[in-house]
T-cell receptor
């Protein structure tokens, strides 16, 4: 039962353009969402988060949008840089004390 | 500040053998997590410790997996006996507070286990 889905296994974007990574979830009890970034042979690192009381959170080049009615969130990276090439994981939690449920990840490739 | 340390980085064993992984979390972090990440999937929580007590081990296959966190610092995860389907990357993470969902988790580099 995949409660968090990242339907695009990979995404290729030109350097300088916008990267949009998508994530869908099925559990309406989720109220906290996070994005992690992972380079090869390293563990995931936290990128940005959003709680269900908001619909947007911004941190520099990274913005996360949450659409609760559609059970969908997206991560926008503008502008995309070569160092952004990594696997991006979406994760969700049903309350602040509950375990994270992770998506399968999307591999982002930034082309020079 | 030193990050989360894990060893070994790679391990190859035969099925039915035993294996142990070690994790040293960031100093002062109360919560420690062990995740299993199978190729092509996201991390799956195996066990969560707060200090040296177990908070959640609902997805730990207890017939073959065991974990401990002595003195609320280092932790070891053991598999005995290993099966082919245990081939995965085992990630250790730690967080400062006690909120699994809301606190930022800091991950180690993982141990890649191959069971032949």
């Amino acid at each position: 039962d995949q409660q968090v889905k990242q339907n695009s296994p990979s995404l290729s974007v030109q350097e300088g353009r916008i990267s949009i990574l998508n994530c869908d979830y099925t559990n309406s009890m989720f109220d906290y969402f996070l994005w992690y970034k992972k380079y090869p042979a390293e563990g995931p690192t936290f990128l940005i988060s959003i709680s269900s009381i908001k619909d947007k959170n911004e941190d520099g080049r990274f913005t996360v949008f949450l659409n609760k009615s559609a059970k969908h969130l997206s991560l926008h990276i503008v502008p995309s840089q070569p160092g952004d090439s990594a696997v991006y994981f979406c994760a969700a939690s049903r309350d602040s004390n509950y375990q994270l449920i992770w998506g399968a990840g999307t591999k982002l490739i930034i082309k020079p | 500040e030193a990050g989360v340390a894990q060893s070994p980085r790679y391990k190859i064993i035969e099925k039915r053998q035993s294996v142990a992984f070690w994790c040293n979390p960031i100093s002062g972090h109360a919560t420690l997590y062990w995740y299993q990440q199978i190729l092509g999937q996201g991390p799956k929580l195996l066990i969560q410790f707060q200090n040296n007590g177990v908070v959640d081990d609902s997805q730990l296959p207890k017939d073959r997996f065991s974990a401990e966190r002595l003195k609320g610092v280092d932790s070891t995860l053991k598999i005995q006996p290993a099966k082919l389907e245990d081939s995965a990357v085992y990630l250790c993470a730690s967080s400062l507070g006690l909120l699994a969902g809301a606190d930022t988790q800091y991950f180690g580099p993982g141990t890649r286990l191959t069971v032949l």
